[in-house]
């Protein structure tokens, strides 16, 4: 797995992984960690599968924040009932904006290969694809399931390790799920780039488990039900 | 004119339904209430057809009924599929030609009779009239129409087939008349013995 | 800048369409909207869509439309032609409405050579509902319900609409399949499909090759190969039976 | 045979999925649908874990044909389901229908979605009545409504178990909510838990010679005359009402000493459960009753919890406008207490929206 060279200043990040394994919730809580840096950050949304739970609800809220949300708010996500249209024209030129870019991707059979909806994201030297695993998932519940799964997916260039269980969520699980990955990462190759933990657990977690840095999330999807 | 129940049973294609119809119909024409409804099971090809006739001067309840004032079997099927509509007052009559089994004919009955329908049909007439001859017997034992408005409603009914071949009509006629007979006959010789 | 030229008959307010980018839909109804112009056509068209990509259309024109369960456009559309045959009923509907659900309608009106025209849009997918297999899934082709890619041991192989409605109608029918990626002849092929209920010859129905990069997963050099180098192969461009004869577009 | 759950363990799922893996867990065999929003993801992760399993799928022309093709499946001796929502459930009320009939053990998921007609995608329990008697017949029918995926993936297994046991079409009832939302739930393997997987046997294609041994079969569902099909009715309904008993499941607290008895199914009764919770802490009695078979319905169990009780009121609170009230007030006819309602169709309920009704009508 060639690791593609960063040279650029920017962060262009895409959120890939198994159904309801955190991509949203990853892409919304980095694309605000860099704008309390003061960067400006684009989030998009390329959630194409039947979406139900996607970032589009929380589009106002998100834009207050200061960031640029592409993706059809829920009224103007027209379909008659259906979930609605699936894909703004602008996500297809994200790349062309300025700034970081942060996409999240849908999950489906195709993997990665959503990303082919950008143009020129087959080309850029700025991607990183980051596969959000969570071993609580039965899909990637166990080492050779996730191990399968990444190799499926196509190109992933790191990993984020965001093991839960909702409200029933304990240490012993994070902890469990955690080691997996990072085993499963170092078989595949695959760097794993933090561990994500529900920011309520800040005081509990010892961080001296796993050389892997943590990144505190602040849960935004439990209200982004359509 | 109180209430009459008939049921006419036979093969399919035995022109039950048909003198069902002709009844009802002559029932209608002397301004009675007469409901006449097939038991149309999956029985049309060749299976136990049952007509269910009901005629009287007021209104009719319901379609069909349990027991019956008069039963017909025109086939040797018919007499066990029917024997369950009959009980003590009900006149129950079958065709003298048929060797029935004694267990199917019907445990209780006014009357059980034997018509010689079939032979009359075969003989002195016409094999094809042999259902007229059954309307002729129903007649016969009810008086639910008088002869003469039948013979309107098979005119009306068969006219056109009449015209063609006018010998028919006289055949008809006839055939409805030998069967009124027929059953006064046993009606009074059934009250005889 | 010049702003391209809009058919009289497409309805303003619902202008930008939904349709995703690089969808066929758009170009389809695009064709259809100046061939009703030109045929002047708008005050008498009913328009009827299907549940799927389809009703994303269903107030696309300024013409009266009503939006039908999914699969029974069809019967609507015929319904609406048998009630007043004066009125033009066209029939808007994706390969899953027409090929699966709304087969039987499909082939019947066919056999009846029922007057109403019927688009089929194919994009080889059900779109509105993520991406499943439908009847013109390619072998091998990935979709959400044959994630190791269509068997055609276990489904068969693409369902040929355009060729098998040729079979069962009768003369006066107009049948021809068009792709997005020949304008001027799917404009040509609807538009024959109108005069030929206009004239009361048929039956008339155009299935149009269409793209979906959204459940294909293609960006737009790949929507394209798949369009013409894989779908055209299997589902061969023409007109299978028309009235007008070879040359007979006026 | 590969094992589905290797060990008990606790999971985070959406609703669909956890009908797919409960349903591989009970030894489906074949599953036949077609798209419908809000299932859609039984059928993708079905797809996607059936070969591994030996299993296998169809997706087929239409809900009609799915609905028929599992009544051919399940008289060929094997496991089969399909799963469904609004027009689709419509559709397959034919196919269900010769189920009851035949005493086919056909098993269906129904995601409640909004209606009449297309409706939304979303949600709703508009499909109560349509689910429990729709079709031509006397509702001779197995229904669950489920409210969490706990439940969902209890229920599959038992519905599977229940429908092969008793021979009636039986139905796992969720809705578009519970399709898609996440939580937490423990998956197990069946026989892990000392559940038997009840054994399946095919009406046609026996195993052994015609004529030697062996009867041909011949099954049917028309009769000739009026008296037949009368008799084949009275057989079904008896047979049905025998077995009633044994498969009604409900749960109830706080009814004791109840002013009003708060009446909810299916995913509204975890807002129900939390309003009389806070009802009972600002000083309100209030009682919770939740049938979970909506067929056979717990009317004795109702009626108890209401005499018991001394409730003046009885709230019924639906995502629809009535249907779970009418078939409530058959099964209580004769019951005295004020019935009031609060109908909100193809719309979710919370909490608060039962504890304001409450406090409208004290």
Known sequence: MLRTQFNSARVVEAYVGEYASGKSEMAINRALELKSQGRQVTLVDLDTVEPFYTLRPLKELLEQKGLTVIGFSRPEAFGLGETGAMLTPAARWALRREGDIIFDVGYGVYGARTLNLVEEADTSTELRVIAVLNYSRPMTGSKARIIEYIKELGRVDALVANTHLGDETTLEVIEEGTRIIIECAGELGIPVDYIAIDKKFAGEWNLELFAIPVKWITRYMPAAMW | ??????????????????????????????????????NFGLEQRGGVSIAFIQVSDSRIGAPKFNKADVVIAMSERAVGRTASYSDSNTLFVYDDGFDVDPADLPKEAKQIMGLPAINTANNELHPRVFNIIIMGAVIGLTNVVTFETAKEALEHKLGYKFEKNPDLRELNFKALEIGKQLAENALKEGVAK | MITPAIPKSWYLPSKPHKFCPGCGHGIVLKALGEVIDELEIQDQTIFGCDIGCSLLSWNFFACDSTQTHHGRTTPVMVGIKRARPELITIGYMGDGGGYSIGSQHLLNSAVRNEKVTLILVNNTNYGMTGGQMAPTTLPGQKTETTPYGRDPEKTGYPTKGPEFIAELTPEGAYVARATVSKYKQLKRFLKNALRNQMEGNGFSFVEVLSTCPTNWRTNAQQTWHFLEDEMEPVFPVGELKSPFGKGGDK | MLKVVDETKKAFLTGNETVAWAALAAGADIMFGYPITPQNEV??????????????????????????????????????????????????????????????????????????????????????????????????????????????????????????????????????????????????????????????????????????????????????????????????????????????????????????????????????????????????????????????????QLREAIAKSGAKILLIAESSYGQFERLTKQEIYGETIKIEHLYMPGVGIVDYDIINKVKSVL
């Not at chain 4, 229908?97 to 129904?110: C, S």
């Not at chain 4, 099909?229 to 025998?242: F, H, N």
């Open chain 2, 1 to 38: 004119m109180a209430l009459v129940r008939i049921a006419l049973a036979g093969e399919g294609g035995q022109g039950v339904q048909s003198v069902a119809e002709i009844l009802a119909e002559a029932a209608y024409n002397e301004n009675k209430q007469a409901i006449y409804i097939p």
């Open chain 4, 43 to 300: 059928m993708h992760y079905w797809t996607r874990l059936a070969p591994r399993y030996g299993r296998d799928f169809l997706q087929t022309e239409d809900e009609i044909s799915a609905g028929f093709t599992v009544c051919g499946a399940v008289q060929a001796g094997k496991k089969a389901f399909t799963a469904t929502a609004g027009p689709g459930n419509v559709l397959m009320q034919e196919p269900f229908g010769m189920a009851e009939a035949m005493r086919l053990p056909l098993f269906a998921i129904i995601q409640q979605r909004g209606g009449p007609s297309s409706g939304t995608v979303v949600y709703s329990q508009q499909e109560v009545a349509l689910t429990t008697y729709g079709g031509n017949g006397e509702g001779y029918r197995i229904v669950y409504s489920t409210a969490t995926h706990q439940e969902i993936y209890d229920y599959t297994i038992k519905g599977f178990n229940v429908a092969w046991k008793y021979r009636f079409p039986t139905f796992l009832l969720g809705d578009g909510y519970q399709a898609k939302m996440r939580e937490p739930l423990e998956m197990y393997d069946p026989e892990e838990k000392g559940i038997k997987l009840e054994p399946t046997y095919p009406l046609v294609g026996l195993p052994g010679k015609i004529g030697e041994g062996r009867e041909p079969q011949h099954l049917c569902n028309i009769y000739s005359l009026e008296e037949e099909l009368y008799e084949v009715v009275m057989k079904l309904s008896a047979d049905y009402e025998r077995i009633a008993p044994d498969l009604v499941e409900w749960q109830e607290h706080s009814c004791e000493d109840a002013d009003i008895i708060i009446l909810t199914h299916g995913i509204v009764s975890r807002a129900a459960d939390d309003a009389v919770k806070a009802l009972r802490a600002q000083g309100i009695k209030a009682g919770y009753f939740r049938p979970i078979t909506l067929r056979p319905y717990p009317s004795q």
